[in-house]
């Protein structure tokens, strides 16, 4: 999602009808000149603060673009979440290789570039 409001209506609407079904929101941002904002000018602070209220189980973030930015969210969601963090960036921006559309990033690819910090415990 872009929109917070939305968001948040979303998230009291599926525990309205589900109650004690784990609830996951997404939210997709973009990096800007200005900085990290959904398409409807939300930061990632206000997004893991205000979906943090709802008390949601988890709050995903996805992001359209370079693997930097997906750091970036991460790292600023990661300041601001009172809950757990779920995040799935996407394949990056197809190419066409080939005559075939090919996805230059591959999950070996964000292993890489994640501080070390913020890798999942293996176990």
Do not use: Y
Not at 94 to 121: H, N, Y
């Amino acid at each position: 999602m872009t929109d917070l409001p939305e968001a948040l209506l979303a998230v009291r609407a599926a525990k309205r009808v589900a109650p004690g079904v784990p609830v996951v929101a997404t939210m997709t941002f973009d990096p800007t000149p200005r900085g990290i904002f959904t398409v409807m000018g939300v930061t990632p602070a206000r997004a893991a603060a205000a979906l943090g209220r709802s008390r949601r189980r988890r709050r995903r973030c996805e992001l359209r673009e370079r693997d930097r930015a997906m750091v970036a969210v991460v790292a600023e969601l990661a300041q601001h979440a009172v809950v757990p963090l779920a995040v799935r960036p996407n394949a990056g921006l197809p190419r066409l290789v080939d005559g075939v559309l090919a996805w230059p990033e591959t999950p070996e690819f964000f292993a890489i570039r994640l501080p070390r910090s913020s890798r999942p415990a293996r176990g």
